[in-house]
């Protein structure tokens, strides 16, 4: 092994163990040791040091001990001053020290205001701390692949173009990254500034911090994935590490001159099991057993520093870029494009416009169809156009029932290409192109060559052909939209009728198992899945296109108990998909053996015992609830496959869906809920309370802004006469 790196890496850990103690003594002479604090928005306290000890820093006193007693004793073997003898273990345990030390340093700076770093010179407020929601958030895409991995960039690279050109391959790879650290100032987040490159969690280039110790946000927001999803709790640390190092895909890149801080911080990352590629020449070190350290990448092509990457960590690339010549991917989606970089928009209430997706059998393939006068000259002129887009697929498994799948995809596939926005659907849409794209020659027909394209790359097993016809003309985007609304609506209709009742299969998803290996859920006409993205003819179209994949059919079988929604054949495939692990589920109710979650759910159903209820709270929610726990503390409660009785992870629309605990009352059992919920899902609550015969009862559901309290959460409900408190006890 090479002994600059381990003399590197101890001395480097010497110093974050140092700067943490002088902080930490400061900071207890100012406020006491008794002083609280947590990272905004998570569960577990100081992650690193919580996920490998199990040891809750909630005070400054802690952080203290934590140094005294999961630092300082990791140090004690390698001294800064007698480097005569490193070996990889020594150098490996002063990299954990470093992480914790880390970690510690960036709590201090909290509490003193300090974090996150707010840079005036160039306009930017960095991240700092990654919190437990958006790990939630970004589950689904790290479990399905559509986010093979992540990246943590340490330093500068060579010049602003070739940092331009090592961010868009990783955003067309929607390889998430995160940037940290500098070269002598210059660092990858000013390159890309001066680039006017967008930054942000929507455009998958996160700044975390000028400084190498930035990346200890990234690093134990990997530590937390093993508690989160797999069930593990804080001190399982040979659990946690194996679960990083095997299903949380990361690895750093480090780029320019390295330093002891680096070192250390690299010794840590190893530990979690990430390799780390760098376009420096230096000394190989390959810890057997654990990971590859580094790899020299010395050439200074960007594609081939990136594709080491991706060779190295060993990730499953997998990108269809249609025709068009601009960037592709979907780390575009979340791109915005403002009023005055905008060229042209469709829609958006400012033109007519509308999107339809049907199947037909007479498709051919490929041909995209401009219909109206001028329609190049006047998207050249730019300003507002109509636009009537209709897709026709065709293919020998395809059916009707996927139109509305296929269609939603058209937001996705399209807000891909980069300088190319898009929002809503049906008669809702609406559509930019920036001046940039348009630079780049993007025309009216690329709308169609990206879907042409893209669904039959995504849908390969249920479409065959594909052609897109563009409507540009006023009077003609109006006449098409009076025919299309008459579909949109016998389509309504149509799954209105569908209930649980009315079919013998429902749909497996058990995409999540790669992170939290005994969940597994079950998706019904009324019941979608809990992470919000499949409903049951999403999981049947899954299917169709694959059928070896995560979503499965699952004979009901014969009925056990209508009521609490139970059936032996849902019973034998959970029994048999969950390892055994699980012997049922009911759909209906929170009370008995309620389906499990993964850590993807977008809300939490949980008892209110004083209230004779449930409250709902959604992910993002920060404050506290009537229970006494905040979010990031209920989750830790239900996911991971747990089955807990009185907690439960659903997907949000559940909430609007008549089997909503209907075996316990049904959504009359709502004592509280986040005002985001109420608001966002007004026009839905309004029309649920109405079938249940009380219009006026969304006024007696209490919300943040009224209180957080149980005792006086049940005066209000009193004061309201709220039905629960009169209905039959939940125990």
């Given at each position: 092994m090479s002994k600059e790196i381990a003399t590197g890496a101890i001395k480097g850990s010497h110093y974050y163990a140092e700067q943490a103690e002088g902080l930490l003594e400061k900071a207890i002479a100012e406020k006491g040791a008794d002083f609280a604090f947590e990272f905004p928005d998570t569960a577990y306290f100081l992650p690193q040091i919580y996920a490998m000890t199990g040891f809750e820093a909630r005070t400054l006193g802690d952080m203290k001990t934590a140094l005294e007693q999961h630092v300082k004793p990791l140090l004690s073997d390698v001294p800064a001053e007698n480097m005569n003898l490193p070996y990889l273990g020594e150098a490996l345990d002063a990299g954990m020290a470093s992480l914790f030390a880390q970690e510690i340093v960036m709590a201090v700076r909290y509490i003193n205001e300090q974090e996150p770093i707010k840079d005036d010179s160039i306009g930017l407020t960095y991240n700092g701390f990654i919190s437990d929601t958006i790990l939630r958030?970004?589950?689904?895409?790290?479990?399905?692949?559509?986010?093979?991995?992540?990246?943590?960039?340490?330093?500068?690279a060579d010049s602003d173009e070739q940092a331009f050109e090592i961010a868009r391959d990783l955003q067309q790879k929607n390889i998430l990254t995160f940037l940290c650290g500098n070269v002598n100032g210059e660092s990858m987040t000013k390159q890309l500034l001066r680039k006017d490159v967008q930054l942000g969690w929507d455009t998958r280039l996160v700044p975390l911090g000028p400084e190498v110790e930035h990346a200890i946000y990234a690093i134990h927001w990997a530590a937390r994935a093993g508690i989160t999803f797999g069930g593990m709790k804080g001190g399982d640390f040979q659990k946690i590490l194996k679960y990083s190092k095997d299903k949380v895909f990361a690895f750093a890149m480090v780029l320019g001159p390295l330093n002891e801080r680096i070192w250390t911080t690299?010794?840590?990352?190893i530990n979690m099991g990430f390799p780390a590629v760098a376009n420096t020449d230096?000394?190989?070190?390959?810890?057997?057993?654990?990971?590859?350290?580094?790899?020299?990448?010395?050439?200074?092509?960007?594609?081939?520093?990136?594709?080491?990457?991706?060779?190295?960590?060993?990730?499953?690339?997998?990108?269809?870029?249609?025709?068009?010549?601009?960037?592709?991917?979907?780390?575009?989606?979340?791109?915005?494009?403002?009023?005055?970089?905008?060229?042209?928009?469709?829609?958006?209430?400012?033109?007519p416009a509308f999107e339809w997706?049907?199947?037909s059998d007479n498709v051919e393939d490929g041909k995209v169809?401009?219909?109206?006068?001028?329609?190049?000259?006047?998207?050249?002129?730019?300003?507002?156009?109509?636009?009537?887009?209709?897709?026709?697929?065709?293919?020998?498994?395809?059916?009707?029932?996927?139109?509305?799948?296929?269609?939603?995809?058209?937001?996705?596939?399209?807000?891909?290409?980069?300088?190319?926005?898009?929002?809503?659907?049906?008669?809702?849409?609406?559509?930019?192109?920036?001046?940039?794209?348009?630079?780049?020659?993007?025309?009216?027909?690329?709308?169609?060559?990206?879907?042409?394209?893209?669904?039959?790359h995504k849908f390969a097993n249920i479409v065959d052909k594909v052609q897109v016809t563009?409507?540009?003309?006023?009077?003609?985007?109006?006449?098409?939209?009076?025919?299309?609304?008459?579909?949109?609506?016998?389509?309504?209709?149509?799954?209105?009728?569908?209930?649980?009742?009315?079919?013998?299969?429902?749909?497996?998803?058990i995409l999540c198992q790669s992170f939290a290996p005994d969940h597994v859920c079950v998706v019904s006409p009324e019941r979608l899945g809990l992470c919000g993205a499949y409903n049951w003819l999403d999981a049947k179209a899954a299917y169709e296109i694959d059928p070896n994949g995560a979503n499965q059919p699952v004979l009901k079988?014969?009925?056990?108990?209508?009521?609490?929604?139970?059936?032996?054949?849902?019973?034998?495939?959970?029994?048999?998909?969950?390892?055994?692990?699980?012997?049922?589920?009911?759909?209906?109710?929170?009370?008995?053996?309620?389906?499990?979650?993964?850590?993807?759910?977008?809300?939490?159903?949980?008892?209110?015992?004083?209230?004779?209820?449930?409250?709902?709270?959604?992910?993002?929610?920060?404050?506290?609830?009537?229970?006494?726990?905040?979010?990031?503390?209920?989750?830790?409660?239900?996911?991971?496959?747990?089955?807990?009785?009185?907690?439960?992870?659903?997907?949000?629309?559940?909430?609007?869906?008549?089997?909503?605990?209907?075996?316990?009352?049904?959504?009359?059992?709502?004592?509280?809920?986040?005002?985001?919920?109420?608001?966002?899902?007004?026009?839905?609550?309004?029309?649920?309370?109405?079938?249940?015969?009380?219009?006026?009862?969304?006024?007696?559901?209490?919300?943040?802004?009224?209180?957080?309290?149980?005792?006086?959460?049940?005066?209000?409900?009193?004061?309201?006469?709220?039905?629960?408190?009169?209905?039959?006890?939940?125990?």
């Amino acid at each position: 092994m090479s002994k600059e790196i381990a003399t590197g890496a101890i001395k480097g850990s010497h110093y974050y163990a140092e700067q943490a103690e002088g902080l930490l003594e400061k900071a207890i002479a100012e406020k006491g040791a008794d002083f609280a604090f947590e990272f905004p928005d998570t569960a577990y306290f100081l992650p690193q040091i919580y996920a490998m000890t199990g040891f809750e820093a909630r005070t400054l006193g802690d952080m203290k001990t934590a140094l005294e007693q999961h630092v300082k004793p990791l140090l004690s073997d390698v001294p800064a001053e007698n480097m005569n003898l490193p070996y990889l273990g020594e150098a490996l345990d002063a990299g954990m020290a470093s992480l914790f030390a880390q970690e510690i340093v960036m709590a201090v700076r909290y509490i003193n205001e300090q974090e996150p770093i707010k840079d005036d010179s160039i306009g930017l407020t960095y991240n700092g701390f990654i919190s437990d929601t958006i790990l939630r958030d970004l589950g689904v895409q790290l479990v399905d692949g559509s986010m093979p991995g992540y990246v943590v960039i340490i330093g500068a690279a060579d010049s602003d173009e070739q940092a331009f050109e090592i961010a868009r391959d990783l955003q067309q790879k929607n390889i998430l990254t995160f940037l940290c650290g500098n070269v002598n100032g210059e660092s990858m987040t000013k390159q890309l500034l001066r680039k006017d490159v967008q930054l942000g969690w929507d455009t998958r280039l996160v700044p975390l911090g000028p400084e190498v110790e930035h990346a200890i946000y990234a690093i134990h927001w990997a530590a937390r994935a093993g508690i989160t999803f797999g069930g593990m709790k804080g001190g399982d640390f040979q659990k946690i590490l194996k679960y990083s190092k095997d299903k949380v895909f990361a690895f750093a890149m480090v780029l320019g001159p390295l330093n002891e801080r680096i070192w250390t911080t690299g010794a840590g990352a190893i530990n979690m099991g990430f390799p780390a590629v760098a376009n420096t020449d230096i000394p190989v070190i390959h810890p057997t057993g654990v990971t590859i350290y580094e790899e020299v990448a010395k050439e200074l092509d960007p594609a081939k520093l990136v594709e080491k990457c991706i060779e190295v960590r060993g990730l499953k690339i997998t990108v269809s870029k249609p025709p068009i010549p601009v960037a592709f991917g979907p780390a575009f989606e979340g791109e915005r494009i403002r009023k005055e970089d905008m060229h042209i928009e469709f829609g958006g209430q400012r033109t007519p416009a509308f999107e339809w997706l049907t199947v037909s059998d007479n498709v051919e393939d490929g041909k995209v169809t401009i219909v109206g006068k001028d329609a190049e000259a006047r998207y050249q002129q730019g300003g507002q156009m109509p636009m009537g887009i209709i897709v026709e697929v065709e293919g020998r498994k395809m059916q009707s029932d996927f139109e509305p799948v296929l269609e939603r995809k058209i937001h996705h596939f399209v807000n891909e290409a980069q300088g190319v926005w898009h929002m809503g659907q049906r008669e809702q849409n609406w559509l930019r192109v920036s001046k940039n794209a348009l630079k780049e020659g993007f025309t009216l027909s690329h709308f169609g060559d990206i879907l042409t394209t893209q669904l039959k790359h995504k849908f390969a097993n249920i479409v065959d052909k594909v052609q897109v016809t563009l409507y540009v003309d006023e009077a003609e985007v109006k006449q098409k939209l009076e025919e299309t609304r008459k579909v949109f609506m016998e389509r309504d209709v149509r799954l209105a009728t569908m209930t649980d009742e009315s079919v013998d299969t429902f749909y497996s998803c058990i995409l999540c198992q790669s992170f939290a290996p005994d969940h597994v859920c079950v998706v019904s006409p009324e019941r979608l899945g809990l992470c919000g993205a499949y409903n049951w003819l999403d999981a049947k179209a899954a299917y169709e296109i694959d059928p070896n994949g995560a979503n499965q059919p699952v004979l009901k079988g014969e009925t056990l108990d209508g009521v609490k929604g139970r059936w032996k054949g849902v019973d034998e495939y959970v029994y048999q998909s969950s390892h055994q692990a699980l012997e049922s589920f009911n759909a209906y109710t929170i009370m008995d053996n309620p389906m499990t979650s993964c850590g993807c759910f977008e809300c939490i159903v949980a008892i209110v015992p004083e209230a004779n209820g449930v409250m709902i709270v959604n992910r993002g929610y920060t404050g506290m609830t009537p229970i006494g726990m905040k979010f990031s503390t209920l989750a830790g409660t239900v996911g991971g496959g747990a089955q807990t009785p009185g907690f439960m992870g659903i997907g949000r629309f559940f909430l609007t869906s008549k089997k909503f605990l209907s075996a316990d009352g049904g959504f009359k059992r709502v004592v509280w809920m986040t005002k985001n919920l109420k608001e966002s899902f007004a026009d839905q609550f309004k029309k649920r309370v109405e079938e249940e015969g009380d219009p006026d009862f969304m006024d007696k559901i209490a919300d943040e802004t009224i209180t957080e309290d149980a005792e006086k959460l049940v005066e209000f409900l009193t004061e309201k006469g709220h039905p629960a408190l009169s209905m039959d006890p939940m125990f």
